[in-house]
């Protein structure tokens, strides 16, 4: 194979000298804008190194130099909106403060085993530290690796001691959220939610969710489910049926699941049963008119990549007080909520 056909990744500095008849040494500072060379040895250098193909080794370079600016992070599966968005102002963020983000994505995965083997994997890189954009991993699996690098949990609360967060604040959005539900009237309301082990942030604003409703002398069907939409669907249309005249769930996409199942019921939203939901990120959230909240995306991402920033740039990152930052979105009123 000849060196114009050689993958680019296996194009090496060595490669590109040869190429431009100068040595590794002239080539490699060249290339990284370092040194005084003539203003055409410079430029056939940079000529054959793009004609070659040539990918410079961020991370083992940095490693070389004795530091890295690269940081992993593991983000739930970025098709759900919420992820999706969270996962771009993470990457703006990190680029803008001059951090490389190496990423791995991960679905449903109740017992949190492929997020650890994911970890696993993030520090086989030799990342400089974590960002765990996931609620479905425990703080048992989480902490042990913070022996090895930084971590910072990008939306979801933490107790351990050595993880820090910027989170949203899940109980006051569940909070928020049921104190409009029951300004409207209602008094026996279905609670929709994914079980703690499923997702951590969605049983936090269900229990927030149930406690001010019950401070507020409302009956309260707390609808505990998988991780599917469509889970406990059938249970909160039970409630309803019952008599139950508002369901809160404890995400759009639930929301959107139980419209669905009331539609096909003949029943009308707001007119017969208020429908709420939480993430407010959904594309269209604001044409179907959605009761919801809108989670603080930005501020966590901005928030996260400056904590890891600050735990990379001290001598001793065990040394930093441990950073809890919640913050809280703001809520969507919506039509899919109406007075009883």
Known sequence: MSSDERPALRVTISDVAAAAGVSRATATRALKGEGRFAPETQERILAEAERLGYVRNTMAAELAAGRTGTVGLMLRDASNPAYGLLFSRLQDEAHRRGLDLVTVTIGAD???????????????MRVAGLIVATGGITAAQ???????VPIVRAGRVETAERIHTAHYDDPSHGQLLASHVLSLGHRRVVVLAGDASVSFPEHLRATAMESTLVAGEATVTLVSAGAAPTD????????????ATAVMCASDYRQLAVMRALRSEGLAVPGDVSVTGCDG???GADLLGLTTLRIPVEAVAAAAVETMQRLLSGSDA??????R???????????TAADI
């Open 281 to 283: 990120i959904l594309p």
């Open 325 to 335: 930052q919640p913050f809280v979105g703001t809520l969507v009123p919506g039509s």
């Open 142 to 148: 989480l902490e042990p690796f913070a022996d090895q």
């Open 232 to 243: 406990g669907v059938a249970e909160a249309l039970d409630a309803v049926r019952a008599g």
């Open 318 to 323: 065990d040394a930093v007080p441990t950073v």
């Open 110 to 124: 109740v017992q949190g085993a492929e997020q650890v083997n994911a970890l696993r994997r993030l520090l086989g």
